[in-house]
């Protein structure tokens, strides 16, 4: 299937393959894909170091794919997907990769010995942990992800006005409160007994998601289980491509998916604040004469008058220079934006703000 994102590449965009996530990576192209989440295996298998003297396990996972011989095995089996991971992460994408204190510091040593550049952990506080039946440890309440760029010289994405427009406008903090995966969007068996021991909350890949990307972009999960990743991603007019090795949970993934009703392409939008927004020189608008050099600019009150000189800087009496420096200078000011200050005159008097004119070009685009 064809990118719909402008890569120009062939992917298998919005599908669940089986198999192993190192092998299928190998399959994609490089620099193909915006944003990754992991949520690998945990490696809570391992004899001898993280079972109890008694050799019963110290949490409650017991399937196959977390079984590993050594440390060793398992930070070789590490380095090989996340190696993976960097080669089709595109130059500006980010990875998040989730963990509990078994295995979250070496999967955060192996992401910056590969050249990955960490920018923040997310604590996962679960709002109703599992509690410690033995009474031997404090009960374990969170996990950790951590995010990184694919390396410190990314321009990577964050929607940080999306992010504080979700927290009640206020700055989104690394400490979530989110409930485990309980009740009807807990994916169970025929005999009711919970599919995956390992289930994400939606709530928390809604808010992964919506951190890092825009719509049409494209997630991938190398360690798709039953498909949370792929269920928001849809939701959310993202893309998403899952790799599983076990059938039956890529079945339950594709099921669960295909009944997800997508938001409309308005509602998938996020919140832009300033940061986020495209930039574009004034000078853009007089070389290509949307502005033409020789134009008359004014305040809103025409207290003062400008003349755009070609190179785009402007001249109001003895200020010269940019639209914002000599909107600065004529009020006596320290700063001004001048996309918000100068207008320019239209047929019959009215008054169009500079910004105006911005966002139309922009929306050219």
């Known amino acids: ?136 440890r404090f009960t374990n309440a969170h996990e950790t992800l951590i995010w990184a760029a694919r390396g410190a010289e990314s321009r990577y994405r964050f929607n940080y006005a999306a992010m504080k427009s979700l927290n009640d406008d206020v700055q989104m903090r690394s400490d979530w409160f989110i409930p485990l995966c309980t009740g009807a969007e807990r994916l169970r068996d025929e005999k009711g007994a919970k599919l995956h021991p390992t289930q994400k909350p939606e709530a928390l890949l809604h808010r992964v998601i919506l951190s890092c990307t825009s719509p049409g972009e494209v997630i991938l999960d190398p360690f798709h289980g039953t498909g949370t990743t792929g269920a928001v991603a849809r939701r959310l007019g993202r893309r998403f491509i899952g790799l599983e090795r076990d059938p039956a949970y890529a079945a339950a993934a594709k099921a669960r998916i295909a009944a997800i009703e997508p938001i409309s392409e308005s509602a998938a939008l996020v919140t832009q604040g300033k940061r986020e927004q495209p930039r574009l020189p004034f000078g853009t608008l007089v070389e290509r004469g949307v502005i033409p050099a020789g134009t008359l600019l004014t305040d809103r009150a025409r207290r003062w008058s400008a003349t755009v000189a070609a190179d785009g800087s402007i001249r109001c009496g003895r200020a010269q220079g940019s639209i914002h420096q000599v909107g600065a200078a004529v009020q006596e000011a320290p700063s001004c934006n001048g996309w918000a200050f100068w207008h320019v005159e239209q047929p019959g008097g009215r008054l169009r703000l500079l910004d105006e004119y911005r966002a139309e070009m922009l929306g050219r685009r």
């Open 1 to 136: 299937m064809r990118d719909s994102v402008g890569t120009g590449l062939d992917l298998p965009l919005d599908q669940v393959m089986v198999g192993d996530c190192i092998e299928l990576m190998r399959r994609l192209p490089p620099a193909s894909v915006h944003a990754i989440f992991a949520d690998p295996p945990y490696n809570l298998q391992l004899k001898g170091s993280l079972r109890r003297p008694d050799d019963s396990l110290v949490d409650g996972v017991d399937d196959e794919w977390d079984r590993f011989d050594s440390l060793p095995a398992y930070d070789a089996f590490t380095r090989a997907w996340l190696a993976e991971a960097r080669r089709v992460l595109r130059k500006d994408g980010t990875i998040w990769v989730i963990g509990s204190y078994h295995n979250v510091f070496r999967l955060g040593a192996a992401l910056q010995d590969l050249g990955f550049w960490v920018l923040n952990d997310i604590i996962w506080r679960k709002a109703n942990p599992m509690p410690n039946f033995r009474g031997r």
